[in-house]
């Protein structure tokens, strides 16, 4: 089991900055994957960004509406995830949400369902 708790969340102005944080305790040995996904108001949780390490290396994907403005890091030292989030916009206003993957996977994991552990959530909001 890995229990993920998310924090960092807050309200910003559009063009402001937030970092989140997602601490991962539990079995964090076996997590290859690990991502972030929001959900705002009404609309169904997306995908955001998602990091893999295979062989070594690591690999990162951002959606496009994103990409250039957040990055997704990990400490492995404090077994804690990031998400830097600059130039923020109020379409970016979301509940967001770390999640983790305990199976190897070749593929970007985009899905809800690729994933295996999540947090309860830090809430963005974004004022124009």
């Known amino acids: 089991q890995v229990q993920l708790v998310e924090s960092g969340g807050g309200s910003v102005q559009a063009g402001g900055s937030l970092r989140l944080s997602c601490a991962a305790s539990?079995?964090?040995?076996?997590?290859?994957?690990m991502g972030w996904f929001r959900q705002a108001p009404g609309k169904d949780r997306e995908f955001v960004t998602s990091?893999?390490?295979?062989?070594?290396?690591?690999?990162?994907y951002y959606v496009d509406p994103v990409q250039g403005r957040f990055t997704i890091s990990r400490d492995n030292a404090k077994n804690t995830l990031y998400l830097q989030m600059n130039s923020l916009k109020p379409e970016d206003t979301a509940m967001y949400y770390c999640?983790?993957?305990?199976?190897?996977?070749?593929?970007?994991?985009?899905?809800?369902?690729?994933?295996?552990?999540w947090g309860q959530g830090t809430q963005v909001t974004v004022s124009s």
């Open positions: 999640a983790a993957r305990s199976r190897v996977i070749a593929t970007i994991p985009r899905s809800l369902n690729e994933y295996d552990y």
């Open positions: 539990g079995r964090t040995f076996s997590t290859y994957a």
């Open positions: 990091i893999r390490w295979i062989g070594g290396r690591t690999y990162t």
